[in-house]
């Protein structure tokens, strides 16, 4: 059974950054797309960025491009999301996902293991 364990969430001030990593265990973690997600208070939960199990290939949600980054190392069985320039609508909790078919699709249903997130939030 895979498991994955985000951290690096917190408060953080407008303009500033976090970093998010998760960890991943009992699976092919090299061969697993891998995704970030995030849900804010009554919202459904959207996609952030994926990357592809060999790192050569990433998304973006348009809301994130150019401030955050998706990466992954593959001898250390974690995937990072860079977050720079916060804004206060980046605050949710942030969720990694696993799609061990080793794509790295936009979509929620894509993905079998999720963690358990980790709170970010971004004060005005």
């Known amino acids: 059974q895979v498991q994955l364990v985000e951290s690096g969430g917190g408060l953080v001030q407008a303009g500033g950054s976090l970093r998010l990593s998760c960890a991943a265990s009992?699976?092919?973690?090299?061969?697993?797309?891998m995704g970030w997600f995030r849900q804010a208070p009554g919202k459904e939960r959207e996609f952030v960025a994926s990357?592809?199990?060999?790192?050569?290939?990433?998304y973006y949600a348009d809301s994130v491009k150019g401030r955050f980054t998706i990466s992954r190392d593959n001898a250390k069985n974690t995937v990072y999301l860079q977050m720079n320039s916060l804004k206060p609508e980046d605050t949710a909790v942030y969720y990694c996902a696993a799609d061990p078919w080793g794509h790295h699709s936009v979509g929620v249903p894509e993905y079998d293991y999720w963690g358990q997130g980790t709170q970010v939030t971004v004060s005005s």
């Open positions: 009992g699976g092919t973690f090299s061969s697993y797309g």
């Open positions: 990357i592809s199990w060999t790192g050569r290939s990433t």
